[in-house]
């Protein structure tokens, strides 16, 4: 796969032009671009002739009761399953289908409430996020929020926008076996990753946040036993391993469809898309992650209302490249030899990193 550089200027027309990384590193085959992410430039073409989806922002009431009984039932599930070998079958079967399934719930529901949409509170949000990330066993849900807002702030851009694969990933990964690697343990990628990239600034809502994460695992081990915590944390790590949920990591921004020849040439002056939206039924158990176009143009609109703001500005939307199958999609991206970890569009300057956050302080929504 050949590099891609797209260079555009803010008062003239496109320009290509080599990155200069990737005109130092012939190994580099991320698609480089100069072009302004696309998201900013919609959302206001959206607006001008749709004033009206301004309206759906705003906080979602429903989010809050979802979660309770999505944390419920990891605890129901935890204590059925506490005296059940790891290796058995129910053990194995309930942690895939209903624990998986359940703690992807819980990722994408502190994914809402980082926009601070399950409540009109700031300091509500953050301390309800810290309550759904108790099922997951690991304490992220305070350090994610930051570096979710730089990724909607500085999409694509390389050093900031922790979503991007490094170069030493796709280099390394960049085989069907590499690849399924990657699908695999790709839990363990997102969560070390962003500290690699860079360190965000320790809060008082982080030390929250581990604090209250050590004193649950605590007293769910003491009065459950270990194996009640056993399945939450193999619960996280399926669900974001080779589950189908889990394809929505890798189907939001890597580039799937295949690209003109023109596309491969720093002559190019056609941007690659670089996100993609899903519309399958699994969106019913995720939030609506997969509308993804939609999420990144409107950040402050709840997943309830997404399909509303879809139907309300179809013709923005109808064209745009998307997904049917997120188990489609971790197929095609293990097997296809033209798609990859190099899939993904990359910016060298640009974009706004967002620190992280106290209590008190509420901070974008985007």
Not at 204 to 222: C, E, G, K, M, Y
Not at 234 to 257: M, N, T
Not at 260 to 273: E, F, L, Q
Request: charged letters at 15%.
């Amino acid at each position: 796969m050949s590099l891609t550089a797209t260079v555009e200027s803010d008062h003239g027309s496109p320009q290509p032009v080599k990155p200069s990384y990737a005109s130092q590193n012939a190994s580099d085959h991320f698609f480089w671009s100069y072009t302004e992410e696309p998201h900013r430039t919609r959302r206001q073409a959206i607006i001008k002739a749709h004033p009206e989806v301004t309206k759906l922002c705003g906080h979602e009431p429903l989010t809050k009761y979802i979660v309770l009984a999505v944390v419920s039932l990891q605890l129901a599930c935890a204590a059925w399953l506490r005296h059940s070998s790891v290796l058995s079958a129910r053990f194995l079967l309930v942690s895939y289908i209903i624990g998986a399934t359940a703690n992807q719930n819980l990722f994408l529901a502190i994914h809402e409430i980082s926009h601070n949409l399950a409540f009109k509170s700031p300091t509500a949000n953050r301390l309800f996020a810290v309550f759904a990330n108790l099922p997951i066993g690991l304490p992220y849900s305070a350090s994610f929020r930051p570096y979710h807002l730089t990724h909607h702030k500085s999409l694509g851009v390389d050093g900031l926008d922790t979503d991007l694969p490094t170069f030493i990933e796709a280099f390394v990964l960049d085989s069907i076996l590499g690849k399924a690697f990657f699908c695999t343990f790709q839990i363990l990628f997102y969560a070390i990753r962003p500290m690699m990239v860079y360190q965000i600034p320790m809060t008082s809502l982080h030390v929250f946040n581990v604090v209250a994460q050590i004193a649950f695992d605590i007293l769910l081990t003491r009065y459950l036993g270990a194996g009640a915590l056993t399945y939450l944390i193999i619960s996280s790590f399926l669900a974001g391993s080779l589950h189908p949920c889990a394809g929505h990591f890798i189907a939001e921004h890597y580039v799937f469809d295949k690209q003109p020849v023109s596309a491969r040439t720093t002559s190019n002056r056609v941007p690659v898309p670089e996100t993609y939206s899903y519309y399958g039924p699994l969106n019913m158990l995720t939030y609506n992650v997969g509308l993804h176009n939609e999420h990144h143009d409107f950040p402050a609109i709840p997943w309830s209302r997404l399909p509303v703001l879809h139907e309300i500005a179809k013709e923005f939307y109808a064209d745009l490249p998307h997904h049917e199958s997120w188990v489609w999609v971790i197929w095609q991206f293990i097997w296809d030899k033209e798609v990859g970890l190099w899939c993904r569009v990359k910016r060298e300057t640009g974009g706004k990193k967002v620190g992280a956050v106290h209590f008190d302080q509420g901070g974008s929504t985007r």
